[in-house]
């Protein structure tokens, strides 16, 4: 049976991202104290359900087999990080499918997972599907959770995360994807409830995998016993769609951000995609206006919103000058401009004061956009915890 396995806990609040994460083993999930078994709405000891670990769906290009072909009696396996701890149950969404997925038998931990009692049931095309709370599971902060899922098919494409640069299984065959899982909710988060609405710097690239070394995990673990949900996906910008890079940050943002369960924080990290990827959006006013409507809709939900000032990127293929000066009002604006409810000044932590339209090269991990796993720290330690709460 998968053990889980226990690293410092993590919160939304401000990062000094220690780069190193300590693991501890747990108990294997048959010797653990036996906990009550609780329906659906069962809001477990510690409080209200909150989304611990959750990630950004896509829909497959021909360039995703697995996801393409989808699944024939097939099992995938998960191991994710948890943030806060506690209570577990699961959420799995298929936005971009077409056609009803039967999901189950499915377990958490080892233990047996149940929708409405029982051990599969039907997600539907475009919805979202929650377990019960898993009889017996509690989670520790910071815990590695290992979900194993069998889909019997035949599932036709799956929605799902191209990379979430961890690694999960198919039939025992590596990948970095995770399929149809959407999130873990758990019951005893303790502190800030952040969604991280970003693009391949929140999602990890520039950090080795199976490190947790993105900043939203190094966030996480300055934060004990708080829950933080990395909604990064490589390539994504905040105004277009794209085929590969998914829906902008204005089209998901509802279904991604809004529908996560005790959210009170959002962060974004978007805009660099918008300046560098064909075709480049060189108008800062748009760019703007598009954090103006998240933060209107974010308001409107009840929720605080931080925003981030856009990272250098000189060295990257496709850096001009003319682009960091549109980068560099964007910044102004959102530093002075009272747009958001807090500021993350993510330029500020990553510039080479020597040269600032590029990262310090201790931060660079090579390709002059995503930061190292130092970078990522930096970044963490850029988010003033007061502006979490």
Not at 27 to 44: E, H, I, L, V, W
Not at 72 to 79: K, L
Not at 246 to 271: E, H, I, K, N
């Given at each position: 049976?998968?053990a889980?396995?226990?690293?410092?806990?993590?919160?939304?609040?401000?990062?000094?991202?220690?780069?190193?994460v300590?693991?501890?083993?747990?108990?294997?999930?048959?010797?653990?104290?036996?906990?009550?078994?609780?329906?659906?709405?069962?809001?477990?000891?510690?409080?209200?359900?909150?989304?611990?670990?959750?990630?950004?769906?896509?829909?497959?290009?021909?360039?995703d087999?697995?996801?393409?072909?989808?699944?024939?009696?097939?099992?995938?396996?998960?191991?994710?990080?948890?943030?806060a701890?506690?209570?577990?149950?699961?959420?799995?969404?298929?936005?971009?499918?077409?056609?009803?997925?039967?999901?189950?038998?499915?377990?958490?931990?080892?233990?047996?997972?149940?929708?409405?009692?029982?051990?599969?049931?039907?997600?539907?095309?475009?919805?979202?599907?929650?377990?019960?709370?898993?009889?017996?599971?509690?989670?520790?902060?910071?815990?590695?959770?290992?979900?194993?899922?069998?889909?019997?098919?035949?599932?036709?494409?799956?929605?799902?995360?191209?990379?979430?640069?961890a690694?999960?299984?198919?039939?025992?065959?590596?990948?970095?994807?995770?399929?149809?899982?959407?999130?873990?909710?758990?019951?005893?988060?303790?502190?800030?409830?952040?969604?991280v609405?970003?693009?391949?710097?929140?999602?990890?690239?520039?950090?080795?995998?199976?490190?947790?070394?993105?900043?939203?995990?190094?966030?996480?673990?300055?934060?004990?016993?708080?829950?933080?949900?990395?909604?990064?996906?490589?390539?994504?910008?905040?105004?277009?769609?794209?085929?590969?890079?998914?829906?902008?940050?204005?089209?998901?943002?509802?279904?991604?951000?809004?529908?996560?369960?005790?959210?009170?924080?959002?962060?974004?990290?978007?805009?660099?995609?918008?300046?560098?990827?064909?075709?480049?959006?060189?108008n800062?006013?748009?760019?703007?206006?598009?954090?103006?409507?998240?933060?209107?809709?974010?308001?409107?939900?009840?929720?605080?919103?931080?925003?981030?000032?856009?990272?250098?990127?000189?060295?990257?293929?496709?850096?001009?000058?003319?682009?960091?000066?549109?980068?560099?009002?964007?910044?102004?604006?959102?530093?002075?401009?009272?747009?958001?409810?807090?500021?993350?000044?993510?330029?500020?932590?990553?510039?080479?004061?020597?040269?600032?339209?590029?990262?310090?090269?201790?931060?660079?991990?090579?390709?002059?956009?995503h930061?190292?796993?130092?970078?990522?720290?930096?970044l963490?330690?850029?988010?003033d915890?007061?502006?979490?709460?």
């Open positions: 049976m998968p889980v396995t226990v690293r410092g806990p993590a919160r939304r609040g401000v990062l000094t991202a220690a780069a190193g300590a693991a501890v083993a747990v108990t294997a999930p048959g010797a653990r104290a036996a906990q009550s078994d609780g329906g659906p709405g069962d809001r477990g000891p510690a409080g209200s359900w909150v989304t611990s670990w959750a990630t950004a769906q896509t829909a497959p290009t021909a360039t087999a697995v996801a393409s072909a989808g699944l024939t009696d097939g099992v995938f396996t998960a191991t994710v990080r948890l943030s701890g506690g209570r577990v149950r699961l959420r799995y969404g298929h936005a971009f499918g077409t056609l009803p997925v039967l999901v189950g038998p499915a377990t958490a931990g080892g233990r047996p997972v149940t929708f409405g009692g029982r051990r599969q049931a039907w997600l539907a095309a475009g919805a979202s599907l929650t377990s019960d709370p898993v009889n017996g599971l509690r989670a520790p902060n910071g815990s590695a959770l290992t979900v194993e899922t069998r889909l019997p098919g035949p599932t036709g494409p799956l929605s799902f995360h191209r990379n979430t640069h690694s999960h299984s198919v039939d025992g065959v590596r990948t970095t994807s995770v399929f149809l899982l959407t999130g873990v909710e758990v019951t005893g988060a303790h502190g800030p409830v952040v969604a609405l970003g693009d391949s710097i929140s999602e990890g690239v520039g950090t080795p995998d199976d490190a947790d070394l993105r900043w939203p995990d190094q966030l996480a673990r300055r934060l004990p016993g708080s829950a933080v949900a990395d909604l990064g996906v490589s390539g994504n910008r905040l105004l277009l769609d794209d085929a590969r890079f998914g829906p902008g940050g204005q089209s998901r943002f509802d279904r991604d951000v809004l529908a996560l369960t005790g959210l009170r924080t959002v962060l974004v990290q978007l805009g660099v995609n918008d300046l560098q990827q064909p075709p480049a959006q060189t800062p006013s748009l760019i703007l206006d598009g954090f103006r409507q998240l933060v209107l809709r974010a308001r409107g939900a009840g929720l605080r919103i931080v925003g981030s000032t856009v990272t250098p990127f000189e060295g990257w293929i496709r850096w001009t000058p003319e682009l960091d000066e549109v980068r560099q009002r964007i910044n102004r604006a959102v530093r002075t401009g009272r747009l958001f409810d807090a500021v993350a000044d993510f330029d500020a932590a990553l510039r080479d004061p020597a040269r600032p339209s590029r990262m310090r090269p201790a931060f660079d991990s090579g390709d002059g956009l930061p190292n796993p130092s970078g990522h720290a930096a963490a330690g850029a988010v915890r007061r502006h979490l709460l």
